[in-house]
RNA sequence: GGGGAGAUUCCCGAGUGGUCAAAGGGGGCAGACUGUAAAUCUGUUGGCUAUGCCUUCGAAGGUUCAAAUCCUUCUCUCCCCA
């Protein structure tokens, strides 16, 4: 097999191809051109978009050339697939925005240097399309029939799905042939869930063009315990750091299930495969194998220097040395230490309790710790003494919620 | 266009005049056990100036001493027929 697909499949990312021969064939011959597609409906790309982004760096360092593309055409009507109710409408403006946000996010992840790796958006063909020409020339290749037996319609039949829905597929054929024109692409690749999408844009091409393209999907990636990768309590785990700190995003790849080390590895960071297994070895420091995988993954989407601070923050609040100003930080009013700082506040002001209802509940529970000691009456206030001489105090929510005050 | 069913707290879902901040499950949080893992067990899960007060059962009105529960209008969803 092509060593570039036989990486793919190395590291966990190959679940069907179209044509897996054939397509190897076609890249021992040459760069293949192909195109990963992204609809722009947040602000903030999150880390289970990013493992076609993931293979599109290991495609592209092979030598093929990968098209990032982003959906704001597209994003407009809303993917059906894999979804179990219609997505709300977003405003154009916000797509825009957002496809503008991605794209930022994708070139600092991808680096597109405009040859080997490039952005695009099919906006530029779809937002203009006339409806008449579009169902004459690309509708009537599509049979009805066909589209009601793909597993992404079955399942919103009980449900219902919308005519714009239902028509997603052809746009995103469209896409696939428009990005074979214009630049000869011909590979997609993308989540499991698109299976039945790049199924249909292989056709399509082929019957308009007379031309043999190819279609690869990834796995959905779950956590061994079955959920979405990268799902928090607070929602994903995005690339945003305004929305997910870095320190925040460490730790998520910090407290993975163990039987999850090696998948993670091997997907989420470039090290060598030989090194992912050894990491990952039974016998070997599991903990250690884990805060590989998040300082290699922090460093990759925010930097090594935030994912240095990062590893120094959580070693400073797990009790492993580092350094305390790297843990999270919240700034308070010093006079209120010296007035004594009613604790229930002090827990919300921290932000590690949403109200002073579950601050309340956390110091009941014996889960509030300030200065590493059980806070254990919620009516007792929390003096000025005991900040430390540089005026700091760690407060801890439950066993892995750290904050550092700082009273100025 | 006609007929029917429904909208409950983060999610699913019970509740059909006071005993309802609302059963049960899921999820979350906390505790025990641990390795910042998994599994398991226990507790907890609207807010607050707190033995009480305020907000919440699709929206707005109304009946009543008292409404998630009854009436009216509206919005939305689903199903059947055309």
């Given at each position: 097999?092509?060593?570039?697909?036989?990486?793919?499949?190395?590291?966990?990312?190959?679940?069907?191809?179209?044509?897996?021969?054939?397509?190897?064939?076609?890249?021992?011959?040459?760069?293949?051109?192909?195109?990963?597609?992204?609809?722009?409906?947040?602000?903030?790309?999150?880390?289970?978009?990013?493992?076609?982004?993931?293979?599109?760096?290991?495609?592209?360092?092979?030598?093929?050339?990968?098209?990032?593309?982003?959906?704001?055409?597209?994003?407009?009507?809303?993917?059906?697939?894999?979804?179990?109710?219609?997505?709300?409408?977003?405003?154009?403006?916000?797509?825009?925005?957002?496809?503008?946000?991605?794209?930022?996010?994708?070139d600092?992840?991808?680096?597109?240097?405009?040859?080997?790796?490039?952005?695009?958006?099919?906006?530029?063909?779809?937002?203009?399309?006339?409806?008449?020409?579009?169902?004459?020339?690309?509708?009537?290749?599509?049979?009805?029939?066909?589209?009601?037996?793909?597993?992404?319609?079955?399942?919103?039949?009980?449900?219902?799905?919308?005519?714009?829905?239902f028509?997603?597929?052809?746009?995103?054929?469209?896409?696939?042939?428009?990005?074979?024109?214009?630049?000869?692409?011909?590979?997609?690749?993308?989540?499991d869930?698109?299976?039945?999408?790049?199924?249909?844009?292989?056709?399509?091409?082929?019957?308009?063009?007379?031309?043999?393209?190819?279609?690869?999907?990834?796995?959905?990636?779950?956590?061994?315990?079955?959920k979405?990768?990268?799902?928090?309590?607070?929602?994903?785990?995005?690339?945003?750091?305004?929305?997910?700190?870095?320190?925040?995003?460490?730790?998520?790849?910090?407290?993975?299930?163990?039987?999850?080390?090696?998948?993670?590895?091997?997907?989420?960071?470039?090290?060598?495969?030989?090194?992912?297994?050894?990491?990952?070895?039974?016998?070997?420091d599991?903990?250690?194998?884990?805060?590989?995988?998040?300082?290699?993954?922090?460093?990759l989407?925010?930097?090594?220097?935030?994912?240095?601070?990062?590893?120094?923050?959580?070693?400073?609040?797990?009790?492993?040395?580092?350094?305390?100003?790297s843990?999270?930080?919240?700034?308070?009013?010093r006079?209120?230490?010296?007035?004594?700082?009613?604790?229930?506040?002090?827990?919300?002001?921290?932000?590690?309790?949403?109200?002073?209802?579950?601050?309340?509940?956390?110091?009941?529970?014996?889960?509030?710790?300030?200065?590493?000691?059980?806070w254990?009456?919620?009516?007792?206030?929390?003096?000025?003494?005991?900040?430390?001489?540089?005026?700091?105090?760690?407060?801890?929510?439950?066993k892995?919620?750290?904050?550092?005050?700082?009273a100025?």
């Open positions: 097999m092509n060593p570039a697909l036989e990486t793919i499949k190395e590291r966990g990312f190959l679940q069907q191809c179209t044509d897996l021969e054939g397509l190897s064939k076609r890249m021992d011959e040459g760069p293949v051109t192909f195109y990963i597609g992204c609809d722009p409906t947040g602000p903030s790309l999150h880390i289970g978009h990013m493992v076609p982004f993931f293979a599109l760096r290991h495609l592209r360092d092979a030598g093929h050339v990968g098209i990032a593309l982003l959906g704001g055409g597209t994003a407009r009507i809303g993917d059906p697939s894999g979804k179990t109710e219609t997505r709300k409408m977003i405003s154009y403006e916000a797509i825009d925005a957002n496809a503008e946000l991605f794209r930022k996010q994708l600092r992840f991808v680096g597109f240097d405009g040859k080997t790796s490039f952005s695009a958006n099919n906006k530029d063909w779809l937002a203009d399309l006339n409806y008449i020409d579009f169902l004459r020339d690309i509708g009537s290749h599509f049979s009805v029939n066909r589209m009601l037996s793909f597993e992404a319609y079955k399942a919103r039949m009980e449900t219902g799905l919308s005519f714009v829905e028509n997603y597929q052809l746009l995103q054929s469209y896409d696939f042939l428009e990005l074979y024109r214009r630049h000869g692409c011909r590979l997609q690749i993308g989540g869930d698109q299976w039945g999408n790049i199924v249909a844009g292989m056709e399509l091409i082929r019957r308009v063009e007379g031309a043999e393209v190819f279609g690869l999907t990834f796995p959905l990636v779950m956590t061994h315990d079955g979405k990768m990268g799902k928090t309590e607070k929602g994903a785990l995005f690339l945003d750091p305004a929305m997910t700190t870095p320190y925040d995003f460490f730790q998520y790849w910090r407290n993975v299930s163990d039987a999850d080390v090696l998948k993670f590895l091997l997907m989420f960071t470039f090290l060598p495969a030989a090194e992912c297994r050894a990491l990952a070895a039974p016998g070997r599991i903990n250690a194998a884990k805060e590989r995988l998040a300082w290699e993954v922090t460093a989407i925010h930097g090594t220097e935030e994912a240095d601070k990062a590893l120094s923050g959580a070693k400073a609040a797990f009790g492993g040395g580092g350094d305390r100003s843990m999270p930080t919240a700034e308070l009013s006079a209120r230490f010296e007035a004594g700082y009613p604790v229930l506040d002090l827990f919300v002001d921290a932000g590690l309790a949403p109200t002073k209802s579950e601050a309340r509940r956390l110091v009941q529970q014996g889960g509030a710790f300030v200065a590493d000691a059980a254990k009456d919620e009516k007792a206030p929390v003096g000025a003494g005991l900040l430390d001489p540089d005026g700091e105090l760690v407060l801890r929510a439950g892995k919620r750290y904050c550092r005050i700082v100025k």
